[in-house]
């Protein structure tokens, strides 16, 4: 577990799914920035998981100094960055989706009494508040975009074809477009960054029951439990943090 100076407590882990060959997530847990991030390199694509070190790579090196505005700027910059370091390592003539060499992003923010969640991508950031469980990010996916308009159910959307296909991502387009959601905090608030791999093994009700915990570690530690009880596919990736 890690703690900031004298503020916040986080902890973090990431494990590689069954069915990969390696690990394309990546996480920064970096509480005495008030910074943390989960990447998940793009399935399918050439090099998920140099792309997901990179996004962390860039986070970990943005400066913590000044408000929360200038950081959340410094933030768009340092992804902005990424986002074109990434698409000039296209090899070729290639223009093919599976070309691409990308990854989701979630990050979170804090500063006293101020937290910033920002994201491309489908992974997310949950908030447990006053025992209730909130998403706070929406998927830049297909499937969401389909649910969004209103004219399909859940249940419908995720039967399209290519439903998760992503529409946005660090390396997908340029310029990159990050989505930024921000809000006070309050007393026994704790945040979740998760990768798709996580969420998608667990339920609501298991969500619940890990973050309700409070204690990071605890709660990264039944979070896990739970995911690998199943065959837990994909990558698992979780930063739970305490204001």
Known sequence: MSQGPGRWRSAGRTQRGQARLRNEDAFLDCPQHGCWAVADGMGGHRHGNVASRWVVSSLASVSARGNLDQRIDAVRKSLQSV???????????????????????????????????????DSRCYLWRGQRLYQLSRDHSLLQGLMNEGQ???TQARAYPGARALTRAIGARSPLHLEVLELSTRPGDVFLLCSDGLYQALSHADLVRALRLGAPQQAVERLFAEALRGAARDDLTAVVVQP
């Open 83 to 121: 986002n074109q370091r990434l698409r000039s390592c296209r090899a070729g003539p290639d223009t093919s989706a599976d070309a691409i060499m990308g990854s989701t992003v979630v990050a979170l923010l804090l500063e006293s009494g101020r937290a910033a969640c920002l994201w491309a991508g």
């Open 152 to 154: 399909v159910s859940a």
